[in-house]
C-alpha cells in the first residue's frame, strides 16, 4: 500500500529521529546535528520534516537569503524510506513556502557524484546553472605578488562594471559562496566586501581593474580553525596567479592556517590555483536554481 508523507515544519521533539537517520548518511556522520538547535531558531527559513505514521523520516533545510532567493540544504531522507517520494514531498513544499516569502528563485547545491540527489532534481524541473570546486591548500607562504591589492571603496563602481563584461561572473551565474552556500553577488555584496576589506583588485599595465578575487573568514568562526576562504575569484591565468600570491601573504601574516579556496570550475583559475599548491577536489559541486512563479 502507498505509504502517506505528510510535511511540516520541525519541532524540537523530532530531534532524536532526525539524529538518527542522518548518523550514516556520509562515511563521516553528517554536519545536521552541529546546526539543528541554530536552524530551529532560525526566522528567515527553517527546517520541514516529512512524517509517515507520524514518524519523522526526512527533512530539508531553506533560507531565505535575501529578498526573492532562497537557499534549500540538507536533504536527508531515512534510508528505509527511499526511493518513495520522500525528499520530492519535502522540496515541493519548501518551494510553497519560498514563492509565501516572495522568492522568485530557489537554488541549492550538489556534488557531481550525488546522481540520486541529481535524479529527484532533474524530476523536480531544477536546472543546474554554474559549476564550482573546493580547492584547499595548507602550504601558507609568504610569496611576492605585483599588481594585486585590497580594493579601496572610491573603486567598487570600476569593479562592478568590471564584473558586468566578466566572463567567469557570467559563468558562475553572478553567484558567491560562503561555506556551502551560494548567493547572488550583486552590487550592495561587493560594497559590503570591499569595505570588510575583503576584496582583492589586480590591475593591468594602465592601473585597470581585470581581476578580482572576494575572501571571507566565517570558516574560522562556524568551524574553529585558523583558516580563510576564497568566496569569488574572477582573473585570467596571471591576474589570479598574483591575487591569489597576495591572499597567501596576507594569510601568512595573519598566522591563517589553511585557505578553502572555492571558484568557479573555470580552467583559467583552476590551473592558476593548483600551481600554487591548492588540491583539487574529486568532485565539482553543481548549484541548481528553480525560477518561481
Ligand atoms: C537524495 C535523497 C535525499 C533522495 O531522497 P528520496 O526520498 O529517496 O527521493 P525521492 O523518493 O523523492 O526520489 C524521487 C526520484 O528521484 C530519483 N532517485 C532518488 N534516489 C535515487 C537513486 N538512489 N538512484 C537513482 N535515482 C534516484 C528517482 O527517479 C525517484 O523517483 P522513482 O523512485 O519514482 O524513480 C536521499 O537519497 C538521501 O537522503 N541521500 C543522502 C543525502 C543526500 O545526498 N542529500 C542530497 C544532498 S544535495
Not at 100 to 113: D, E, M, W, Y
Request: charged content about 30%.
Amino acid at each position: 500500500m502507498k505509504k502517506r508523507i505528510f510535511v511540516r515544519k520541525a519541532r524540537s521533539s523530532d530531534r532524536e529521529a532526525v539524529f538518527s537517520f542522518c548518523e550514516k548518511t556520509w562515511s563521516w556522520g553528517d554536519y545536521v546535528p552541529k546546526v539543528w538547535d541554530k536552524w530551529l531558531k532560525q526566522r528567515n527559513g527553517g527546517v520541514f520534516v516529512a512524517t509517515i505514521n507520524g514518524m519523522p523520516v526526512g527533512i530539508s533545510h531553506l533560507s531565505v537569503d535575501k529578498p526573492g532567493e532562497v537557499w534549500l540544504s540538507a536533504a536527508r531522507t531515512d534510508p528505509k524510506y527511499r526511493r518513495i517520494g520522500v525528499a520530492t514531498a519535502i522540496t515541493r513544499k519548501c518551494l510553497e513556502y519560498a514563492k509565501k516569502k516572495g522568492a522568485k528563485v530557489a537554488r541549492l547545491v550538489t556534488a557531481s557524484k550525488n546522481k540520486a540527489a541529481q535524479t529527484v532534481l532533474k524530476k523536480l524541473r531544477f536546472k543546474p546553472i554554474a559549476e564550482f570546486v573546493e580547492m584547499v591548500t595548507e602550504n601558507i607562504t609568504a610569496e611576492i605578488s605585483k599588481k594585486s591589492r585590497l580594493a579601496e571603496k572610491d573603486r567598487t563602481k570600476e569593479i562592478w562594471n568590471y564584473l558586468q563584461s566578466s566572463k567567469t561572473y557570467h559563468k558562475a551565474a553572478g553567484l558567491y559562496t560562503v561555506l556551502y552556500h551560494w548567493f547572488s553577488l550583486q552590487k550592495e555584496d561587493l560594497k559590503r566586501f570591499v569595505e570588510e576589506q575583503k576584496a582583492i583588485v589586480h590591475e593591468n599595465e594602465k592601473g585597470e581593474v581585470n581581476g578580482l578575487t572576494l575572501i571571507d573568514d566565517t570558516t574560522a568562526r562556524q568551524w574553529h580553525e585558523d583558516t580563510m576562504q576564497t568566496c569569488y575569484i574572477d582573473g585570467d591565468y596571471n591576474a589570479v596567479l598574483d591575487m591569489i600570491r597576495f591572499l597567501k601573504s596576507r594569510c601568512y601574516g595573519l598566522g591563517v592556517k589553511k585557505i578553502y579556496g572555492f571558484a568557479c570550475n573555470h580552467k583559467p583559475i583552476t590551473t592558476a590555483l593548483e600551481q600554487l599548491g591548492f588540491e583539487p577536489p574529486d568532485s565539482v559541486e553543481i548549484v541548481y536554481e528553480k525560477k518561481l512563479s
